[in-house]
């Protein structure tokens, strides 16, 4: 047995160098003594040479592993009949099929990276994807490789009453030690990424769930005791979800049970093992009083989310992590469109679209911009992006539009019946999608393989005498890391005509004999330009594009403020009314930093003003709508609408913009607070949630005014709040106004909810983002809190995370203090939990596009993290790719 040295620097695994898995395995079985310092693990593995393989060796991966024995075919191996290295088990010699049996021993309790087998508060839980399970067994570990695993557990019966794994429970017992035992069995052959177990003292809330088929099966909530007045929404939505799937796609569930683990300890929001989910705790519990609405609709989205994995992504999982969107775009879709059809559909694809441009639009641009498909990776972890995911999403939701919902569900009925049991491809996922709908996607594939936002540049041209419309669609996209060059992609443009009063227009193109029968109509953009002609326009149209957000580009489409406002108030398209609207105040705002960068006055357009005074006072438009229409677009996304950012200007901008709205429309946003304001027992539906988010949209700019009756007014909120979307929307409103009664409002509501810890969290934030002077100073006295733990990801998240991404005017403080934190901070947590510690890095992303001093600034804390010792891959991979 010998161990070689590491490799001196991480490599790269590339999409060209896959090869088919030169041994498969049939069956799994794997004993666990459980212990929270050290585990034993048995496992015996039935394995055969794989006919499509190279004939290489067997080969299986492992890693921080103490090595107890190895049995081949009921036969110890000697040292010299194996060879090791730090993450690999070598066997030179076996035969076309054969039993290997290995005994390993892990360490739980050392785990803070937690990947594999760790233990959180009073839990043992595992995460192995994506390369987790390595870090329990020696094993092939990758998605390719799917076996029927058995798994039993054993550990003391009065410290680990629960005993949990995948698929369905088999046999238990008791021993004469004090332990007990609990066999577990998985019919459904998986890879070893969605391995699960767990151990603890947890309480269970249980319900039942009849599929379409008519079997029973059980679901399982598992949470800390103390939570167990926590699990309804869960519960519910899992039904919901369960209902969905069937509904919508046809698919049933296919084991007796179907369980959900909340842990506290989490580096992720969820993990959809089959049969097993567990849960980052945030994800999973709520009750009125400690969830806002906002976390109520996340976990109603998270846990459809890993429930429709067990399809699109367990049933037909992945063949190796290049196509991991292939499971999680498409699984992103489907839980959009569950969270759509559950709430209001117009108010999720604007946060949706909201998302993907102010996240994915900035990794796109940026050091770490990848395809969807990716080609190359150092540390996989690092790709578990919002590109991957969200970008992901919206690839599938194009085929969606391309196909219309009859041929999209013809395709993925095709592709679950035919890849059902299998580890396939993105390409799989398109073929099956052409072959239900009799198409060609060759160019549409690009959508996977190239990097970059598409800009879209629109032009209109309206002749009066021929009554015709020349509609110029042109698109370009940027160079990306790797990709000088693009090729144009397939872009479908959603679009519809106005007339002047607001109505619409019919929509023919000259080679068509007559209007399409639709307000709507999808236009596919296959080349660099196409122009396309609408005739028999008696009146020059106001053009609508891109309705629905139809492809993730950015538009560029000259239109004056009139025409913003005319879209505001009057497409038929709820998406295009809103993003017409934040066009609007992009455009003004904007201008308004040229004009504070040269010491203008600032000039706010009466128009605006005009249009959100009309939103505000029309009862017709959903609340929900309204509150988003009235939010003023992000610093960070006006600052990714810049060539140089101008972190000071923008803050300055905005808070001022804000300030003339409140001033102005004072006397409609005390009217709307007023009626809004009603007590009523909370419930998570869109119309409370819509009321709620109008309510607090309007408390902002009602304190925004200044006056101090508005303060009186917010903490009058705050103290009868019955819920914590109230609560807190009050405490964020009070937190921002320096005074007594800022800190007295912090510390009473931390003695209140110090025994909570996803409400700490909140408690966190709301000082990590905080307009006044002294943020950075608060977030570093908090790391010392008793409260705070540098190795819980959802506290560094909360304090460390919030702070760099969502307070730039603080983060990007011109002494480089907020840089310097950002470095220490990310160089003490990689040795805890490199992938925690590679996340924060993202805060970093967009350095390039500040001004010279604060490049230099940002510059020298990437170097100084790029230099540290002994980095671990998943920063190493960052940091050098952000300096390259
Ligand atoms: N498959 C999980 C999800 O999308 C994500 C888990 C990734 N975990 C990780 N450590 N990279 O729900
Ligand atoms: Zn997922």
Redesign the pocket.
């Known amino acids: 047995m010998n161990i070689a040295e590491a490799p001196a620097q991480p490599q790269i695994t590339r999409l060209d160098d896959y090869r088919a898995p030169d041994y498969l395995i049939d069956t799994v079985s794997l004993e666990f003594e459980l212990d929270a310092s050290e585990t034993r693990v048995s496992s015996k593995l039935k394995m055969r040479r794989n006919p499509e393989g190279q004939g290489g060796p067997c080969i299986l991966n492992g890693e921080y592993l103490t090595l107890v024995s190895i049995a081949l075919d009921g036969k110890t191996l000697a040292g010299n009949e194996y060879q090791r290295t730090t993450d690999t088990l070598l066997l030179p010699q076996v035969p076309a099929s054969f039993e290997l049996e290995v005994v390993t021993l892990i360490h739980p309790d050392q785990n803070t990276a937690l990947?594999g087998l760790y233990h959180s508060g009073a839990i043992l839980c595992t995460?192995c994807?994506?390369e987790?399970f390595r870090r329990i067994t020696y094993y092939p570990d990758r998605p390719d490789v799917m076996a029927v695993f058995t798994v039993t557990l054993i550990a003391d019966a009065k410290k680990w009453p629960m005993l949990l794994a995948n698929g369905n429970r088999q046999a238990s017992g008791e021993m004469e030690d004090g332990r007990h035992w609990v066999r577990w069995h998985d019919p459904h052959p998986k890879p070893s990424y969605l391995f699960a177990l767990v151990a603890g003292d947890l309480y269970c809330q249980q319900d039942q769930f009849t599929t379409m088929s008519g079997r029973q099966v059980l679901l399982e909530i598992y949470v800390d005791p103390e939570n167990h007045n926590k699990c309804d929404h869960a519960l519910n939505s899992l039904k919901q979800a369960m209902r969905w799937d069937e509904d919508v796609y046809g698919r049933e569930y296919d084991l007796d049970v179907f369980m959900i683990v909340a842990v506290n300890d989490f580096?992720?929001?969820?993990?959809?093992n089959k049969g097993l989910n567990i849960f980052n705790a945030a994800c999973v519990l709520a009750s009125p009083e400690t969830a806002t609405d906002a976390d109520f609709y996340t976990i109603q989205s998270i846990v459809g989310?890993?429930y429709f994995?067990n399809w699109s992504?367990n049933r037909v999982t992945c063949r190796d992590w290049f196509q991991l969107s292939l499971k999680?775009g498409f699984?992103v879709l489907r839980d959009q469109q569950f969270s759509a059809d559950m709430n209001s559909a117009a108010v999720q694809r604007i946060d949706d679209v909201d998302q993907l441009r102010s996240m994915q639009f900035a990794e796109d641009a940026g050091p770490m911009a990848h395809p969807v498909r990716p080609d190359s990776y150092i540390e996989i972890?690092n790709f578990?992006t919002v590109t991957i995911?969200e970008k992901g999403a919206e690839v599938v939701g194009m085929l969606k539009t391309l196909t219309g919902p009859e041929g999209f569900r013809k395709g993925t009925d095709l592709y679950f019946s035919r890849h059902d049991g299998q580890a396939v491809t993105t390409d799989d996922f398109v073929k099956a999608i052409e072959d239900a709908n009799q198409l060609d996607l060759t160019q549409f594939k690009r959508w996977y393989s190239q990097a970059g936002t598409p800009v879209l540049i629109v032009e209109a041209h309206y002749d009066a005498d021929k009554q015709v419309l020349e509609l110029t669609l042109r698109q370009s996209c940027p160079a990306t890391p790797g990709q000088p060059e693009k090729q144009p992609f397939v872009i479908p443009v959603a679009m519809g005509l106005l007339s002047s009063s607001g109505a619409s227009l019919p929509l023919q193109l000259d080679t068509e004999t007559s209007a399409v029968d639709a307000e709507t109509r999808v236009l596919t953009l296959t080349e660099q330009s196409q122009t396309f002609r609408f005739i028999h326009l008696t009146e020059e149209p106001v053009v609508s594009v891109l309705r629905g957000f139809s492809a993730p580009v950015k538009v560029k489409f000259e239109r004056d403020n009139e025409t913003l406002a005319f879209l505001m108030a009057h497409d038929r398209d709820s998406f295009n009314r809103w993003d017409a609207g934040q066009q609007l105040l992009i455009q003004i705002m904007l201008r308004m930093v040229e004009q504070y960068q040269s010491d203008k006055t600032l000039d706010l357009p009466e128009i605006l003003l005009d249009r959100l005074q009309h939103v505000l006072d029309d009862p017709s438009i959903d609340p929900a709508l309204v509150a988003r229409m009235l939010s003023l677009p992000s610093e960070n996304y006006l600052a990714a609408q810049m060539t140089i950012a101008d972190v000071d200007a923008i803050h300055a901008v905005r808070k001022y913009v804000k300030q003339q709205i409140a001033q102005r429309l004072k006397a409609g946003f005390n009217t709307r607070y007023q009626a809004l304001n009603q007590a009523q027992v909370y419930e998570f539906n869109a119309s409370q949630m819509a009321q709620r988010s109008l309510k607090n949209v309007c408390l902002g700019y009602l304190m925004a005014t200044g006056d101090p009756m508005q303060t009186q007014r917010c903490l009058k909120q705050m103290k009868q709040a019955d819920n914590m979307t109230d609560l807190l929307a009050g405490l964020r409103l009070m937190v921002d106004q320096p005074g007594p009664e800022r800190e007295h409002a912090l510390r009473a509501f931390y003695e209140q909810w110090q025994h909570d810890r996803q409400v700490v969290d909140k408690w966190l934030t709301v000082q990590a983002v905080s307009d006044l002077p002294d943020a950075l100073f608060r977030v570093k006295a908090l790391l010392k809190h008793p409260a705070f733990s540098m190795k819980n990801p959802n506290n560094v998240r909360a304090l460390i995370g919030q702070f760099c991404r969502n307070n730039p005017v603080h983060f990007h403080a011109k002494d480089g203090s907020g840089y310097r934190f950002l470095a220490e901070q990310i160089l003490l947590l990689d040795k805890l939990n490199p992938?925690v510690a590679a996340r924060q890095l993202g805060a970093f992303n967009s350095w390039r596009r500040y001004d010279a001093e604060r490049q230099a600034l940002m510059k020298k804390s990437l170097s100084d993290i790029a230099g540290a010792q002994d980095l671990s891959a998943d920063v190493y991979e960052i940091v050098n790719k952000y300096l390259a």
């Open positions: 990947e995460q994807e994506a987790g580096n992720m929001g969820a993990m959809e989310h890993e994995h992504g999680e699984t972890s578990y995911y992938q």
